[in-house]
Structures are given as structure tokens and as C-alpha cells.
């Protein structure tokens, strides 16, 4: 009967697979479309350096990590390579003023966000029939290191790590509403860095290694390593590591999936631990984030620290810090429903078709 149930749940997780494959090839970006956003990303660096004349206009988060779905939002940062620049908010007002009058787009300036930017956006048209939504920020080195270690991980391995990420992308997305950091539940880099917490340290033996904690290959200073007083190295010569790392894990991409919900549905410790890339399964106290007891007067931290990831190089910030109880509670309800529907094994296209009904 143990070998039926193995080959049973072998067939299942063969069928499951390719499913997963051909669910997310289709929602991938066009060829189409990619030229348009850098065509996009051209006109508006073209625009900005009428203002700065030494900025770049650089491309971060999906469309540059290789974990971007059709229509995704583009995430653009502007680098300024001069001494004397403007601050960001200023930046913003100017830009703005720019962009709504020698451009089609809708603009919306941000000047006094917590980090200030401009946002952007096209209606549909007929050579655009989804419209475009961005957003420009300025100086936001960080943002443009972590999305090259998404993107390092990625390359690391494209079929599991790209499956999973983008399905959990669409599944939390727009099948499941869980996807909004504005509403209480977590954002898309959020659930990336989810994704690749257990890969590094869940899953025995790990299917990815850490970046952030392999040697260097030859010394190098403290300057170079650090944006901001936060360490940003990590071991992203990915042909080497090709060459002399291989995972000794063969789980499919449907194994990967079904264990994926299980550790969060029942075995991560939301309330003691932090989930980090970098350091592994870390205890809320030992960062000075533990929940405060309700009715005191750090009501606010507890509402920030309900859920805890940290983020991979500006490690006293809590990526999950809008994740409120009760998108805690709806996150987690939808990890058990994924649970329970492919512990049930059903036929593995209505499997995909069910987990991310509206
Ligand atoms: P989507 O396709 O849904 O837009 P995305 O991969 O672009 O997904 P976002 O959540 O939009 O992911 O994040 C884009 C980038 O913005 C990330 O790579 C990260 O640099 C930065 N970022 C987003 N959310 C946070 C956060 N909570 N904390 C820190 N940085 C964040
Ligand atoms: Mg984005």
C-alpha cells in the first residue's frame, strides 16, 4: 500500500509540475511588451536629464529581477552622479511639473512620501491595450542591490525559483487578494523573499545557497561592500557558482510547492521568529521586535511586528511591517487552503484552476 501511495503521489507531483510550468509560461511578459517599457524607461531618462544632465534612469524590482508577470508594474530609480544634486522631493516637484507638460502620461507627485516619487501611468490604447503604471524614485541604491540578489537567485535556478515565485505571485495576487501592503497583507518582494527563505534554510538539502554568507574570492574593503552603513555584499559571480555549487536536491517544482504551503500553514513560528535570507530563522526578541502585550502603549510596534521578514540588507527593517492581525490571519488562511486542496490531490489543472479562483 506505501509504494502505491508513493507512485500515486509521484504521478500527482509529475502532472503538477508541468501544470505549474505551463500556468506560468503564459503570463509572462511579452516580447512586445518588455521593448515598450524600455522604450518608456529611454523617453523618461531622456526627459529627466534636461533637468540633471548627469542622472540615469535605472530599472529595479520585476521587470529587472526576472520575476515579472505580464502588465507588471515598471519600479524606476534615478541616479544622480553629481555632487550638487537636488533632494529627492524637489526632485519630485520638478519632474512632475516636467512630465505633465511635455508628456501623455497621468502624473502624480509624491513629494512628501517616507521615500518620495513621482508616479505614472498611460489609459489603455489601442498599441497599448493594458496601459503602463510606474513608478520613479531617486538614490534608492538599496532597492537596486536587492533586486540584483532576487535576480542572482534566480539564475541560480530559473525553473524552480522562477515557477515558484512567479505562480505565488499570480496565486496571491489576483486569484487571492493578499498581495497589498496598503490593505494589511504583504507585498510581492515580501512573498519573494519568502519563497527563497525556504529554499535556502527549510528545505534539507537546501535547493539555493546563501550569497550573503559565501566567501569572497579575494579581499575587498569595507567601502565597497557598504551603501548607507548597511552591508550589501553578496557572492554574485553566478558562473562560477555554477561551475563549482550544485544543489543535491532533486524535489520538483510541485514538491517545492506543496512543502512551501505546509511550512507556512503550519510550521513557521509567526509569533517568536523572523523569517531571514541572510541569517537564517531568527527570534523577534533578538531584533527588539517581539509583540507587545495588548494595552500597552507600544500598540503601534505590535501592529508593525506581527509578521516578520527581514529585509536582506537593511536589516532592522521589517518587510512585512503593514501585515496587519487580520491580513495575518487571511495570509495564513489562504496558505491552509492551498494546503488542503493538493494534500487531496486532485487533477492537477483543476488544482491550479481552484487555488487561485477569485
Ligand atoms: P510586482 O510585479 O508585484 O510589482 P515586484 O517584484 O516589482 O513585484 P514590489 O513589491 O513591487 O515587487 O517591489 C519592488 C522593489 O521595491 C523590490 O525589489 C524592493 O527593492 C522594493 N520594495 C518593495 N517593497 C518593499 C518593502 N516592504 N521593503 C523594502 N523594499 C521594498
Ligand atoms: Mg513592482
Redesign the pocket.
Known amino acids: 500500500a506505501q509504494r502505491r501511495h508513493a507512485s500515486k503521489h509521484r504521478f500527482f507531483a509529475v502532472e503538477l509540475s508541468q501544470a505549474l510550468f505551463d500556468f506560468v509560461i503564459q503570463l509572462l511578459p511579452t516580447q512586445e511588451e518588455m521593448a515598450v517599457k524600455e522604450d518608456v524607461r529611454k523617453l523618461l531618462e531622456r526627459l529627466i536629464r534636461t533637468i540633471e544632465p548627469d542622472s540615469r534612469l535605472l530599472s529595479?524590482?520585476?521587470?529587472?529581477?526576472g520575476?515579472?508577470?505580464r502588465n507588471?508594474?515598471m519600479?524606476l530609480c534615478c541616479l544622480i552622479d553629481s555632487d550638487e544634486r537636488l533632494s529627492a522631493s524637489d526632485m519630485v516637484t520638478m519632474l512632475g511639473d516636467l512630465l505633465e507638460r511635455e508628456t501623455k502620461f497621468n502624473v502624480k507627485p509624491l513629494p512628501h512620501a517616507r521615500i518620495p516619487i513621482v508616479k505614472l501611468s498611460l489609459d489603455p490604447s489601442p498599441g497599448l491595450p493594458l496601459g503602463i503604471a510606474c513608478d520613479i524614485g531617486f538614490e534608492?541604491r538599496?532597492?537596486?542591490e536587492?533586486?540584483r540578489l532576487?535576480m542572482c537567485y534566480a539564475m541560480i535556478d530559473p525553473t524552480r525559483v522562477r515557477t515558484l515565485v512567479l505562480f505565488l505571485?499570480v496565486w496571491s495576487?489576483r486569484s487571492r487578494s493578499i498581495?497589498s501592503?496598503y490593505q494589511g497583507t504583504l507585498?510581492?518582494?515580501?512573498y519573494?523573499l519568502l519563497v527563497i527563505y525556504f529554499l535556502i534554510h527549510v528545505k534539507n538539502p537546501p535547493v539555493l545557497p546563501n550569497l550573503q554568507q559565501m566567501p569572497p574570492l579575494r579581499p575587498i574593503s569595507q567601502e565597497d561592500t557598504h551603501i548607507g552603513g548597511h552591508n550589501t555584499w553578496f557572492f554574485d559571480d553566478i558562473e562560477l557558482l555554477r561551475q563549482r555549487w550544485q544543489s543535491s536536491n532533486t524535489d520538483s517544482v510541485a514538491d517545492l510547492l506543496i512543502d512551501f504551503f505546509r511550512y507556512y500553514s503550519r510550521d513557521f513560528t509567526y509569533n517568536t521568529g523572523v523569517a531571514s535570507i541572510r541569517g537564517g530563522l531568527l527570534k523577534k526578541e533578538s531584533k527588539g521586535w517581539q509583540n507587545e502585550l495588548s494595552g500597552s502603549r507600544y500598540n503601534d510596534s505590535r501592529e508593525r511586528n506581527r509578521f516578520c521578514i527581514e529585509?536582506p540588507f537593511?536589516i532592522d527593517?521589517n518587510?512585512?511591517?503593514?501585515v496587519t492581525k487580520e491580513g495575518l490571519y487571511q495570509i495564513r488562511g489562504e496558505f491552509m487552503r492551498a494546503s488542503r486542496i493538493l494534500a487531496m490531490r486532485p487533477r492537477a489543472v483543476a488544482a491550479l484552476a481552484q487555488l487561485c479562483e477569485e
Not at 529595479?60 to 529581477?65: K, L, R
Not at 507585498?187 to 515580501?190: L, P, Q
Open positions: 529595479f524590482g520585476s521587470t529587472a529581477n520575476f515579472s508577470l507588471s508594474d519600479d534608492n538599496l532597492a537596486l536587492n533586486t532576487l505571485k495576487k498581495n501592503p507585498s510581492s518582494y515580501g519573494v529585509d537593511e527593517f518587510v512585512a511591517r503593514c
